[in-house]
Nanobody
Framework: VQLQASGGGWVQAGGSLRLSCVVS????????MAWYRQAPGKRRELVAA???????NYEDSVKGRFAISRDNAKNTVYLQMNNLKPEDTAVYYCNKFVLHISSLRNWGQGTLVTVSS
């Protein structure tokens, strides 16, 4: 699996960014996908997930601010991030959705999001 995340950058608090991730995998539409993030000195955590049905779920701190979506025709998953906060600063990665993050081995390079106060 190849995971190519993009769209990160520097933004002031309250701003918005849209992340994209192209996933090179067969039968992409059958997989639940997710965005994860890892802040400096912290463990990687789940941010948002989208099932192949389109059902979504979010980590509590991003509910109402972030929206995950997917385009199966393009093998791409998106993360729209609004009202960004300094605590959202992290490297963001996309990957399959799993219950145990430690089971994932291939992460791609991620994309850095920096939010200044």
């Amino acid at each position: 699996v190849q995971l190519q995340a993009s769209g990160g950058g520097w933004v002031q608090a309250g701003g918005s960014l849209r992340l994209s991730c192209v996933v090179s995998i067969n039968y992409f539409s059958t997989y639940a996908m997710a965005w994860y993030r890892q802040a400096p000195g912290k463990r990687r955590e789940l941010v948002a997930a989208i099932r192949n049905s389109g059902l979504t779920n979010y980590e509590d701190s991003v509910k109402g601010r972030f929206a995950i979506s997917r385009d199966n025709a393009k093998n791409t998953v998106y993360l729209q991030m609004n009202n960004l906060k300094p605590e959202d600063t992290a490297v963001y990665y996309c990957n399959k959705f799993v219950l145990h993050i430690s089971s994932l081995r291939n992460w791609g390079q991620g994309t850095l999001v920096t939010v200044s106060s």
